[in-house]
């Protein structure tokens, strides 16, 4: 990772290198902890941080949830990050940006009510999460051993740092067997989301991706459904079988540090054409013009940083 110079702190912009925490933090221990991933690109108007608002009302949201209470408003933490990016003085075209509210020193033990609520909002240059070539040519996808867990037993909803030991162990597997990104299935057998992304297919035409049942609502996914509504494509919101997904005529992942990369393998089988599909590659350009401030309809999701 490369260091940026300033980190927001609990209100205060601090040297990168002091935005420390005590080892017997609550969150250390126990897990519970809200993130959220956002990103900045370099337009022809300076950067501009892609629908900056969504992004931290989903991180107060999954706080709620998670029962953290953050005590700095959705404006408050906005700003800040516009302001972050401001003093950071990045060169890059991407950057990314990691909101994150944990549980600090003060307790330990289950019940967390008296630990202290620490925030910080961070950000540094980063590229394609996926790799620059798996966003032209796609990427190879496993389908993981293991499965999301069921509502029943967990808050997937939430954006919390908890969820990401099933991810995390997922992923391992995945690139442990020569693959770059695993899929997960729920707990019924249907898809549910990668990694770290959603899932898209291409059959017979039209874009079908699953229901949020038991995955995060994700902001990129809503962003690629209206953009293929407002090209007349087909979506439709269904669960997906494991087994449709290895005959589908095109497939790719989305979220904000995937973005929209195309899947060209699944488990061994070739993906449509072996490479990214004519309609995926359509969105992907429509994305990376809205993002990039190329795209005049779509620029109320832009927040500019002047």
């Not at 770290?196 to 809503?222: C, W, Y």
Request: charged share 25%; glycine share 8%.
């Amino acid at each position: 990772m490369d260091a940026a110079k300033l980190i927001w702190m609990n209100g205060k912009f601090i040297p990168w290198a002091d935005a420390t925490t005590h080892v017997l933090s609550h969150t250390l221990h126990y897990g519970n902890g809200v993130i959220e991933g956002t990103k900045a690109y370099k337009t022809e108007k300076g950067y501009a941080i892609f629908r900056l608002n969504d992004h931290t009302t989903r991180l107060k949201e999954s706080a709620k949830m998670t029962l953290i209470d953050i005590p700095y408003t959705v404006e408050e933490m906005n700003e800040a990050q516009i302001e972050l990016i401001k003093l950071n003085e990045f060169k890059a075209d991407n950057i990314y940006i990691r909101p994150f509210s944990f549980l600090g020193y003060g307790v330990m033990g289950l019940q967390h009510s008296e630990a202290p609520v620490e925030t910080i909002l961070a950000a540094w240059e980063w590229g394609a999460y996926l790799g620059e070539e798996g966003l032209k040519s796609g990427i190879k996808l496993k389908v993981a051993s293991m499965t999301r867990p069921a509502n029943t037993s967990n808050m997937g909803k939430a954006k919390a740092t908890a969820n990401y030991l099933n991810s995390q162990m997922a992923k391992h597997e995945a690139l442990d067997c020569g693959y770059d990104e695993a899929l997960l299935l729920d707990d019924q057998g249907y898809v549910a989301e990668a990694s770290a992304a959603s899932f898209f297919m291409v059959r017979h035409g039209k874009l079908i991706t699953p229901p949020n049942d038991n995955s995060l609502e994700s902001i990129t996914q809503k962003m690629v459904i209206e953009l293929a509504n407002d090209m007349g494509i087909e979506v439709e919101r269904r669960r997906i079988s494991r087994e449709e997904i290895y005959v589908a005529e095109e497939c790719f992942l989305t979220g904000t540090a995937a973005e929209i990369t195309p899947v060209k393998n699944i488990d061994g089988r070739i993906i449509g054409c072996g490479s990214r599909g004519d309609i995926t590659e359509k969105l992907q350009s429509t994305y990376f013009d809205v993002v990039f401030g190329r795209n005049a309809k779509y620029e109320h999701y832009l927040t500019y940083v002047n």
